[in-house]
């Protein structure tokens, strides 16, 4: 029904992002990623497309798109929590710390009460936990 109201609106966001959404759950991640690239070209400043196509982009191995995804998000909204908590834990992931340690910070600067602040706390924690341990 999706696909067919698409060949009616080319391009209709919510249509894609709706289309995106089923395909992300039903275990189809690369047609996901395409609708999300589809809306991100009409939408450039939809944050919350960005977000989904920089978390699947992660999954799927593509690192450095993953950053590109959440870093255009940080240039619309600089204090974006969920951009800068993701950011620090794509560098977090890759092996550098101190990345994720700049990325949390500045979370934390602009926005410690929101939930990926919360996080970032806690995962600051434990980077300084797990840094104090190799020393």
Known sequence: MLSADLKKKPGHVPILLRLAKIASDSGRPKEA??????????????????????????????????????????????????ALYNLGAIYGNIGNAQRAEQYWDRLLAANPESESGRRASRMLALLKKDAGTKN
């Open 33 to 82: 990623i395409q609708r999300l690239k589809e809306v991100v070209q009409q939408e450039p400043n939809n944050v919350e497309a960005r977000l989904d196509l920089g978390k699947l982009l992660f999954e799927s191995g593509d690192v450095r798109a993953a950053i590109e995804q959440n870093e255009m998000i940080t240039k619309v909204k600089p204090d974006d929590p969920d």
